[in-house]
């Protein structure tokens, strides 16, 4: 049998960035939180407005970015997925935004980048880690 693996997931929001370490047995339901951080970054500031991520808020996603790969490198992180959602889905210079999660991920993470999601897939994944605790004994 296969020891404890480690991965991380990085979701970024409109107005904040989250990371998760989070540890698991292969072959064993369930996963055990490691470290959790948050940081308010406005990615999606002024992009109603304008139509575009503004320069100052990419600096603020890659700086707590490049935080968390330090993060999870220190913990043994073996695999990390990164979404991205609503602030990117339409904004007019999203490649800039997804090449520097390339770009910093990368360092650690060959080949790991932030991928864009669908309003119905982040409801979706945000309704699975909110009831992922839950324990139906209690009703």
Do not use: W
Request: a negative charge; one cysteine or more.
């Amino acid at each position: 049998m296969s020891g404890p693996v480690r991965v991380g997931a990085v979701d970024c929001g409109t107005n904040s960035i989250r990371l998760l370490v989070a540890e698991g047995v292969p072959g064993r339901a369930g996963l055990t939180d490691v470290v959790r951080e948050m940081r308010i970054i406005r990615l999606g500031e002024g992009v109603d407005a304008t139509g575009r991520i503004s320069d100052g808020a990419i600096s603020r996603a890659r700086t707590a970015l490049r935080d968390y790969v330090e993060t999870m490198a220190s913990h043994d992180v073996r695999a990390v997925r990164m979404v991205a959602t609503s602030a990117t889905r339409d904004a007019a210079n999203k490649v800039d935004f997804f090449d520097m999660t390339a770009d910093v991920l990368g360092e650690h993470f060959p080949g790991a980048a932030a991928e864009v999601i669908t309003g119905q897939t982040e409801a979706e994944l945000t309704f699975a880690g909110g009831v992922a605790d839950l324990d139906a004994a209690d009703g």
